[in-house]
């Protein structure tokens, strides 16, 4: 029994004779933020797809909780990289989306994510539509109804990637805060290196397509991170430009 609480063993995809993933192997412990940083078209979505089941991978396997994954175990919340809220439902309704999905009736799942829209800053837009919404809020509506499933893991695939650089950083301190108060188990995607340093307790960085796992490293950073511009937040940061920009050189 491993301590893991999701664990790729050596997983590997091609799309017809596209190689996209080469060998990605990579743990989340509970209660652990961790992120893939890579190059852009890596494959990072890629892992995502396949643990959320919309891909097959070739080979390798899945682990969660020390058992492989199947197809009736679904631990996964995830969030896409574009908000994906749906412009024609209330930011309500939106939330109660992924609990409809589960089987759960809009009426129940309305008082179920009422009381939480305050936490994501959404109070007394309840009733707005999406296109109301900054970009900054409609990331947290949609992180609202991502992490309101209650699953075991949360998967979040460039949730800031489309904000401007300064709503980018409000969110990922609010998300950081959030992450220190509800302490979810937590696998980013990213290809932003600042983003990545200054939420996860580990990183894995890819190599370009066929993505391989180049480099694992834990963040040396003590919670809360209020600020990135220490020296040794930059140490962290220019050495992992520093894999990217040479991917050939074994760090
Ligand atoms: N279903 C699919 N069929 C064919 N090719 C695919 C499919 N899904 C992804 N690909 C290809 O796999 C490669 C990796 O895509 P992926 O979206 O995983 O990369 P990424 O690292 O997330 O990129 P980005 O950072 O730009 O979002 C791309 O070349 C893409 O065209």
Request: aromatic share 6%.
């Amino acid at each position: 029994m491993s301590g893991n609480r999701l664990e790729l063993r050596h997983l590997r995809k091609s799309f017809g004779g596209l190689d996209v993933l080469a060998d990605i192997s990579l743990t989340v412990q509970a209660g652990e933020f961790v992120s893939i940083l890579g190059p852009s078209g890596a494959g990072k979505s890629t892992i995502f797809k396949v643990l959320t089941g919309s891909v097959q991978p070739d080979g390798g396997a899945i682990m969660f909780d020390g058992d492989p994954l199947t197809k009736e175990k679904r631990p996964f919340a995830f969030m896409p990289q574009r908000d994906a809220l749906m412009p024609w439902r209330r930011i309500i309704d939106n939330a109660t989306l992924g609990l409809e999905v589960q089987g759960v009736t809009r009426k129940v799942a309305r008082t179920r994510v009422a009381p939480i829209f305050a936490e994501f800053g959404l109070e007394g837009f309840e009733r707005h539509y999406p296109a109301q919404l900054s970009g900054g809020m409609r990331q947290r509506a949609a992180l609202l109804r991502t992490v309101v499933q209650h699953r075991d893991m949360l998967l979040l695939d460039e949730p800031f990637g489309a904000l401007d650089a300064l709503t980018r950083a409000g969110m990922q301190r609010w998300l950081q805060s959030m992450w220190e108060r509800h302490r979810w188990t937590v696998l980013l995607v990213t290809h932003d290196v600042r983003e990545a340093v200054f939420l996860s307790d580990r990183i894995y960085v890819l190599t370009g397509r066929p993505a391989r796992v180049q480099t694992e490293i834990t963040v040396p950073l003590p919670h809360p991170r209020i600020d990135l511009a220490t020296p040794e937040a930059s140490a962290v940061e220019a050495s992992l430009l520093q894999i990217l920009l040479n991917p050939d050189q074994r760090s």
